[in-house]
């Protein structure tokens, strides 16, 4: 089994669920087949993209990325600025941002 080194996770709040969803579709525009591929390659392990579900009335998704090791972020960081960010930047959202060293 291939172990994460780092994490980086975000949450991304919308302001209605019309927005998140569009948000949603996007992602098949940015991550594409080609777009994964140079990501793997750069050593992220897994990307995941969640909707919450469980509290009425908010609008947010959680991205989820595991990385190799310190090179494999700063890599794939340049990547999602090339393909990911210039795709997302008109979204009006709450974003939080957290980034971890795995322990356990």
């Keep these: 089994m291939t172990s994460s080194k780092l994490i980086n996770y975000t949450t991304r709040e919308f302001m209605s669920d019309h ?3 569009h948000y949603i579709v996007k992602q098949n525009e940015i991550f594409t ?3 994964v591929e140079e990501l793997t ?4 392990l897994r990307r995941v993209l969640t909707k919450l579900w469980n ?9 989820l990325f595991e990385y190799r090791d310190e090179k494999a ?3 794939c960081q340049s990547l999602l600025e090339k393909y990911c960010i210039p795709m997302v930047k008109t979204f ?3 974003i939080v ?7 356990h």
């Design 19 to 21: 927005e998140l969803e």
């Design 92 to 94: 009006i959202t709450k």
């Design 73 to 75: 972020f700063a890599v």
């Design 55 to 63: 509290k009425e009335g908010v609008h947010r998704v959680e991205i």
């Design 33 to 35: 087949p080609r777009v």
């Design 97 to 103: 941002g957290c980034r971890g060293i795995v322990v």
């Design 41 to 44: 390659n750069a050593r992220m």
